[in-house]
């Protein structure tokens, strides 16, 4: 688990937001607090996907950030920016075990912590290690400027 925080704000978001940068994520949850409070529980619900769609994303237990950015952007477009906003991404990796990217912006800092959770209890840390790694990778790949906490 390590912690970033994001040197930049804006150009971030921009990512975030409008670029395909974290689609390849899904999310397990999200807040936003802009004028009211919205809490997101990101199991997709695949009877409301057209039949194209359903059989795209058959197996996922969560919603692809592709399909929920649009609607984030619409809820925190404005001249204010939100309150508090925070986005627990998830990527299923082949072996069963899950790799974690939380996004969370407070009082004008962002920050991204990384987490990794194996699908089998065990004492062995490589993989947690490649997911951080690989993380801090991926944020650097785009251009996003982090110092670790």
């Known amino acids: 688990m390590k912690m970033y925080e994001i040197e930049d704000v804006k150009p ?4 975030l937001l409008l670029q ?3 689609d390849k994520f899904c999310v397990s ?3 936003i607090r802009t004028l009211v409070s919205i809490r997101f529980q990101g199991n997709l619900c695949h009877e409301w996907l057209s039949p194209e769609e359903a059989e795209k994303y058959q197996g996922f237990e969560y919603v692809p950030w592709k399909l929920l950015r649009p609607i984030v952007f619409d809820l925190i477009k404005g001249k204010q920016t939100p309150e508090f906003m ?3 991404f998830v990527h299923y990796r082949e072996n069963g075990d899950c790799g ?3 996004i969370q ?11 990794y ?6 004492l062995e840390r490589n993989q947690e290690i490649i997911w951080d790694e690989n993380c801090l990778k991926f ?3 785009h251009g996003i400027v982090s110092t670790q906490l």
Request: aromatic fraction near 12%; proline fraction near 0%.
């Open 12 to 15: 971030f978001m921009g990512q």
């Open 117 to 122: 959770t194996s699908a089998e209890f065990s």
């Open 139 to 141: 944020l650097s790949k």
């Open 29 to 31: 949850m999200a807040e």
């Open 86 to 88: 925070k986005i627990q």
């Open 100 to 102: 974690g990217l939380r």
């Open 105 to 115: 912006y407070e009082a004008g800092k962002l920050s991204c912590l990384s987490s």
């Open 20 to 22: 395909e940068t974290f």
